[in-house]
Nanobody
Framework: QVSLVESGGGLVQAGGSMRLSCAASGRTFASVMGWFRQPPGKEREFVAAISWSGGLTYYEDAVKGRFTISRANAKNTVYLQMNSLKPEDTAVYYC???????????????????WGEGTQVTVSS
C-alpha cells in the first residue's frame, strides 16, 4: 500500500510562487509520480509527471515554463515548484502515483492508482 500526503498550498497573489510537496510512504520504488489539479467547477486535469529517476518530466502546456516537478527519492518526496502563478491556476492540487513500474509518464488519471487528499491553491488577482 501507498500513502500520499500533499502540503504547501495556500493563498498567493498573481505573479507569485509556491512550492507543493507530496510525501509518500509504502511501496514507491520505481514509480512514476504526477500532479493533477481540479479547478472550481471543472474536471480534474493533468499538470506534470516525473519518472522514478527524475530524468524524465512531462508537463501540461498551460504550465510549461512556469512549473517544475522534481523528486527526492531519499526523502520519498515529490515537489511542484510553481512560479508566475495566475488566477487560472487556482485549484485543488493532487499528488498521484503509478505503481505499475511501466515507466510511462501518462497524463491520464486512470493510470495512477494512488492519490493524496489534495491541497488548495488559490491565486488572487
Amino acid at each position: 500500500q501507498v500513502s500520499l500526503v500533499e502540503s504547501g498550498g495556500g493563498l498567493v497573489q498573481a505573479g507569485g510562487s509556491m512550492r507543493l510537496s507530496c510525501a509518500a510512504s509504502g511501496r514507491t520504488f520505481a514509480s512514476v509520480m504526477g500532479w493533477f489539479r481540479q479547478p472550481p467547477g471543472k474536471e480534474r486535469e493533468f499538470v506534470a509527471a516525473i519518472s522514478w529517476s527524475g530524468g524524465l518530466t512531462y508537463y501540461e502546456d498551460a504550465v510549461k515554463g512556469r512549473f517544475t516537478i522534481s523528486r527526492a527519492n531519499a526523502k520519498n518526496t515529490v515537489y511542484l515548484q510553481m512560479n508566475s502563478l495566475k488566477p487560472e491556476d487556482t485549484a485543488v492540487y493532487y499528488c498521484a502515483l503509478d505503481s505499475s513500474r511501466s515507466g510511462t509518464l501518462s497524463r491520464k488519471d486512470l493510470e495512477y492508482d494512488y492519490w493524496g487528499e489534495g491541497t488548495q491553491v488559490t491565486v488572487s488577482s
